[in-house]
C-alpha cells in the first residue's frame, strides 16, 4: 500500500483536563435521572430507585452466585436478561480481530477499595461492568457519548464521591483545584419565574406597531381605488369591457348554438359539399393541363424555355 497510516497517527483531540472532569460529573450525575437512564434501553422498571445504593456487607463475600441472587432481589434481573439475550456475532470481518461478539451494555457497579472483592464477584456477568469509584471512565459512565448508565454504587463507594468529586461549596481533595460546576438555574419552572412578579415589574410594556393603510403607498395598477383617484373614467372604461366581454359571451354562445342545430348541420353539409366539388374540378383542370403539356412534349411541338409567339399563344 503506498503512503500507508503510520502507527503514530494522532487518533484523538486533546481537551481540557477542567472539560474532562467536568464531563465525567455530568455522565455521574445523569445516571441519577431516571427518564435519561431508561431512554437509553436500560429495564429499570423493577428497580427500587436511582441512584441504586447497595450495602457493602451483602456483596463482601465475592462470590458470583450470592451477587446474582443480590442483584436479581433488587430488580436488575430483566436488565442482566436483555444483556444476556442480546449477545451476537459481529457483522463484517471485525469479527476476526479479537472481537467476534458483541453484546448489550448492562449495569455499572461503582465500588471502592474496601469493597474491592465485588469486582472478581461481577467478572462472569455477562454485561455487567465494575469501576473504582476514584478511577471513574467516562466511556463506562456514558458508553458511545450516550447519558444514563445505569450504574449500582456500594455504599462505601457513594460514601467517597464528595470526596472524589467535592461539593458546590467545598473543593474536591483528590483533583486538585477542581470544584463542581454550579448549575445556573436552580428553578426550572421557567413559566413561573417568567410570570412572577419580580420579573413581570423590570419588563418594558408590549410595543404595538400600528400601519396606517391610509396613508401606505399603493399600486394603482393593482387597487381599484387608487386607479378611481387617478383616473376618474377608469369605473367606466371597466364598466364598458364588462358589459362588451358580457356581449361578446353571449353573442359566441347563439353561434355555436346555431352551428350545433339541425339547420346549421344541413349548411355545414352543403357547404363541405361546394369545397369538395370545389376542388375536385381544380384537380381534374389541373391533370388536363398536364396532359395537353406531355402530349406537346411527345409531338415536339414544346419546349421548355421557348419564348416564341406561339408558344405565348398557346
Partial sequence: MFAPLKIWRKWHAKANITQRRHATASALAATACTPLVMARGHRVDNVPELPLVVDTGITSEGSTSKLLAT????????????????????????????????????????????????????????????????????????????????????????????????????ASEEKKGYTLARPMMTCMDLSRIINSDQVQAKLNEIKHTVVDHDKAKKNPLKNATMMKKLNPYAAK??????????????????????????????????????????????????????????????????????????????
Fill in 71 to 170: 442483584l436479581t432481589k433488587l430488580g436488575v434481573a430483566d436488565e442482566l436478561m436483555k444483556v444476556n439475550k442480546s449477545k451476537k456475532i459481529r457483522s463484517g470481518k471485525g469479527k476476526y480481530r479479537n472481537s467476534r461478539y458483541v453484546m448489550r451494555k448492562g449495569p455499572l457497579i461503582i465500588y471502592s477499595d474496601a469493597s474491592k472483592d465485588v469486582k472478581d464477584a461481577a467478572r462472569n456477568l455477562p454485561g455487567v461492568d465494575t469501576c473504582n469509584v476514584h478511577r471513574l471512565n467516562i466511556l463506562q459512565l456514558a458508553p458511545g457519548g450516550h447519558l444514563g448508565r445505569f450504574v449500582i454504587f456500594t455504599k462505601d463507594a457513594f460514601d467517597e464521591l464528595n470526596k472524589v468529586w467535592g461539593t458546590y461549596s467545598t
Fill in 237 to 314: 372604461a371597466a364598466e364598458l369591457r364588462a358589459k362588451a366581454e358580457k356581449e361578446r359571451h353571449a353573442k359566441r354562445k347563439d353561434v355555436l348554438k346555431q352551428k350545433r342545430s339541425k339547420a346549421g348541420k344541413k349548411e355545414k353539409a352543403a357547404r363541405t359539399k361546394t369545397y369538395n366539388a370545389l376542388q375536385d374540378d381544380l384537380k381534374q383542370a389541373y391533370k388536363d393541363a398536364q396532359q395537353i403539356i406531355d402530349d406537346d412534349y411527345a409531338a415536339g411541338t414544346y419546349m421548355p424555355g421557348d419564348t416564341s409567339s406561339e408558344e405565348e399563344d398557346y
